[in-house]
């Protein structure tokens, strides 16, 4: 489903990624954990091409992009048309309503129907429990409502991939559950998931595989309960003492 060869990357003198090899499988949830700095963020960014690699390959599905040779700008945008991509801090229009924000990608950039896709984002909506927000704008809804809109935004598109970057983090410990949910539900009907989180419980109960990366390097990777109970490497069980 995805394949990740020899991915690099630098900004300036700074090597971020620095040969990452990665598999997933189509329906596999892939976690990644790790300190800050690690590069996680900016390898979830390379597979939809928000960032572009200096070095290596993307493959989704049958589309494969090699970086180490001239890419073109409609190669990186049918690449980042496979993925849907949740942020930490929603990136929600605030002068549209739930129904709008869903809708607008959709109808703007693929030319879908209006009437079509609204049919489409009001179950979008229901299936992340906020059928009874279609016309709230951001400001009326709570933080864990406005990423559950920005999942189903990203649903809108109907991606191969779901890819989440930290989609818990800005939000108050109350509101976690509830994206959680919504992201565990996915995972059991079958979605392929690439998800970088602090969240250790989710991690635990939901990845098919945990990746722990520092330095830009992939340090361990395993079940969940081989990384999170017997890790091989002393710097994962440095890491994961200090988030007990």
Known sequence: ?????GLKKRFDDLEVLKGMDVEVRKGEVIVLIGPSGSGK???LRCLNALETPNEGSVSIGEMNVDFSEKVTTAELLKLRRRTGMVFQNYNLFPHMTA???VM????????KPKAEMKEKAIRLLEKVGLGDK???YPYQLSGGQQ???GIARALAIEPQVMLFDEPTSALD??????VLKVMKDLAEEGMTMVVVTHEMRFAKEAADRVIFMDGGHIVEEG????????PKHERTRQFLNLIK
């Open 223 to 230: 079940s969940p309960q081989d990384v999170f109970e017997a």
């Open 104 to 111: 607008e990608g959709p109808v703007m950039v693929q030319g």
């Open 41 to 43: 963020t900016t390898f």
């Open 99 to 101: 129904l709008q924000n």
């Open 134 to 136: 279609v016309d709230y």
């Open 147 to 149: 990423q559950r809109v």
């Open 173 to 178: 410990p109350e509101l976690v559950g509830e």
């Open 1 to 5: 489903m995805i394949s990740i060869k």
